[in-house]
């Protein structure tokens, strides 16, 4: 049974399309309360529900940026987006964004998501060593050889061309392949500019924010865009994010590096699954 059956212009069924709602809005909380928008799982859910790439792609990075404007909103009320970290984390992105999403039907996209994954898993396993070394020097006595609490960035000349030269490769990745690869920016704000992580997620979503927006700007010149999966998507997603961006700040330090390396690790597996399987 599809949607169409049901006057819907969209060629999706009716179970599929439940299925993508309740993903949506699951991925929309955990993406406000660290901070992303988590399409590195919302693209690979699509894809093994059956979604075709180019779409998928298109619709996530839309969604994503979307998603960003609620979560961003909770997160600048709360004073935790930083104007430095958007100038010199955001402006490389946004450039790289959209010059990514034009130029993405030229680049072979499951190398793109396999290299994603990559980047993603390595960064969630340094997050999560990150929180358990902080968790045993905390027990210890010992200050945490990462004392980020309150910390808004150190930005020497090295850190700076560092994590601006790091943003540009990355938003060209994302735009490429339909993401706005929140979860691989984050760790480089914590761990290259020495930012608290509560800090680092607010700012991390205006970022991606507005990154998603120019990467499907790419994408819409010449990618059809299939509306009725954007409606779909796109509500519970926005609910999500302002939920989950309400319990950012009452939560530990750790626990929040905990669970973001978690989620990068699961969306690194989940990425590297899409990639592999496609090849065989």
Not at 21 to 33: A, K
Not at 146 to 157: I, M, N, R, Y
Not at 222 to 228: C, F, P, Y
């Amino acid at each position: 049974m599809l949607l169409s059956d049901f006057g819907v212009p969209s060629d999706l069924g009716v179970w599929l399309a439940a299925l993508l709602l309740v993903m949506s809005l699951l991925v929309g909380v955990l993406g406000g309360l660290i901070g992303s928008s988590l399409g590195t799982m919302r693209l690979p859910a699509m894809l093994m529900l059956g979604v075709p790439l180019p779409v998928a792609a298109s619709a996530n990075i839309f969604v994503s940026s979307a998603v960003g404007i609620v979560g961003s909103y909770r997160h600048l009320r709360d004073g935790r987006v930083k104007l430095p970290l958007v100038l010199i984390i955001g402006v490389p992105a946004f450039a790289a964004g959209f010059l990514g999403g034009y130029f993405s039907n030229q680049a072979p996209a499951n190398l793109l998501i396999g290299l994603a994954g990559v980047l993603i898993l390595w960064q969630g396993f340094e997050l999560i060593l990150l929180a358990y070394r902080r968790r045993r020097g905390s027990r210890s006595g010992e200050p945490p050889e990462d004392a980020l609490e309150g910390s808004e960035g150190q930005f020497t000349v090295a850190r700076t061309i560092g994590g601006a030269g790091a943003s540009f490769g990355i938003g060209l990745l994302a735009g490429a392949i339909g993401l706005v690869v929140s979860t691989i920016r984050l760790p480089l704000i914590i761990r290259v500019l020495r930012v608290d992580p509560r800090i680092a997620a607010g700012s991390n979503l205006f970022i991606g924010m507005t990154m998603g927006a120019l990467g499907w700007i790419g994408h819409l010149l010449h990618t059809r865009t299939d509306v009725s999966l954007l409606v779909i998507l796109l509500a519970p997603a926005v609910v999500g994010s302002y939920l989950g961006a309400k319990f950012t700040g009452r939560i530990s330090v750790n626990l929040l590096l905990l669970l973001m390396g978690i989620l990068l690790t699961g969306s690194g597996c989940m990425m590297l699954w899409r990639a592999a399987t496609s090849l065989l």
